[in-house]
């Protein structure tokens, strides 16, 4: 398995890094400045570790497509790779608009599929400011995560299981990735999220691990929501994790189908429409951008 110590032969790596309500991520050029695929588990961590590296939830590479405004690829701050990101696919629109590389409307080719995107709102200096995502139709049959109890075509609705002293009810959710949400009635603190989300993220029911989310609901179209997501940890905002809560709060008569849902990095509008499919909108938000060189 490549080592750290083999990044040598492809850096310096120029980045641009970019975040949606604090989830951030450092985007890379695949087309200008590829890196060997064996590589980018290696990459990913050393370049988002926030002592030794610049520090974010991950990378994203994006690069050209035949068939779509550009591919993107998601790799945590572990090295592991995701699905999608709803926060990293709104810097994506930005990092390509902003650049003059694609218009309002783009699709993006990600591992959960195409995803549609389109800037909603410019700044005075007409650079991307709010993006809406089609976040696709989200899937409730367990075999979807996949979650190993159970059948695989039935849903998973307030699933009991304790972990850490802690006696949870999770609603399963895969937005093209995988999500469980547990319902509280006052949201819990970082470090006991942390705590049960380590856990639940590497609970054997989850052959693929998962994402891990609290919600307290505070009316049927507002949702306060905290994240433990598979491969970064605690982060500020999870686009697919929040369209998760929405979903799970729907199929359980908690939320209606359109809430605002504020998450520690700021707020989310979220649909889940008529046509089945969840719509968020968000804010995407340029921090700076570099080279990454090991010296």
């Given at each position: ?18 975040h949606?309500?604090?989830n ?6 695949g087309?200008a400045?590829?890196?060997p695929?064996?590589l ?5 961590r ?5 002592n030794f ?6 990378i994203?590479v994006?690069a ?8 993107m ?6 090295g592991?790779e995701a699905?999608m990101?709803?926060?990293?696919i709104?810097g994506v629109?930005?990092y390509l608009?902003?650049r ?5 409307e783009?699709?993006?080719?990600t ?11 410019v700044?005075?200096?007409g650079?991307?400011r709010t993006v ?7 899937r409730l049959?367990?075999g979807?995560?996949?979650l190993?109890?159970?059948?695989p075509?039935e849903?998973a ?7 850490a002293g802690e006696?949870?009810a ?5 937005m ?7 319902f ?17 993220e590497?609970?054997?029911w ?6 891990f989310?609290v919600?307290?609901?505070?009316t ?15 982060t500020?905002a999870?686009?697919t994790?929040?369209?998760a809560?929405?979903?799970a709060g729907?199929v ?5 189908r359109?809430v605002?849902a504020?998450v ?5 509008e979220?649909?889940w429409?008529?046509?089945g499919r969840?719509?968020?909108t968000g ?5 700076c ?5 090991l010296?």
């Open positions: 398995m490549p080592a750290e110590a083999d990044l040598a032969a492809v850096l310096p790596v120029p980045f641009v890094k970019l949606g309500l604090g951030s991520y450092l985007y890379i050029d087309d400045h590829p890196v695929e064996s980018l588990p290696a990459l990913a050393r370049m988002s570790d926030p590296g610049v520090g974010a939830d991950g994203i994006v050209g497509h035949p068939t779509h405004t550009a591919a690829r998601i790799f945590n701050r572990d592991s699905e990101c709803g926060n990293g709104r629109a930005k608009f902003d003059g590389r694609a218009g309002r783009q699709r993006i080719h591992r959960a599929g195409t995803i549609g995107i389109r800037v909603v709102d700044d005075p200096a650079r991307a809406a995502v089609d976040m696709g139709e989200p049959e367990r979807s995560l996949p190993a109890v159970g059948a075509d849903p609705r307030d699933l009991p299981l304790e972990v006696r949870l999770l609603t399963a959710v895969s093209g990735n995988p999500h469980v949400v547990h509280v009635p006052a949201l819990w603190d970082a470090e006991r999220t942390a705590r049960v989300g380590r856990l639940v590497h609970h054997p989850f052959p693929a691990r998962t994402n989310h919600a307290e609901v505070v049927p179209e507002h949702v306060r929501i905290r994240h433990w997501e598979r491969g970064s940890g605690l500020l999870c686009g994790g929040a369209s809560v929405l979903v729907a359980t008569g908690r939320l209606a359109r605002r504020d520690p990095g700021g707020t989310l979220l649909e429409a008529a046509d969840v719509r968020m804010p995407a938000e340029e921090i951008a570099g080279t990454f060189a010296r």
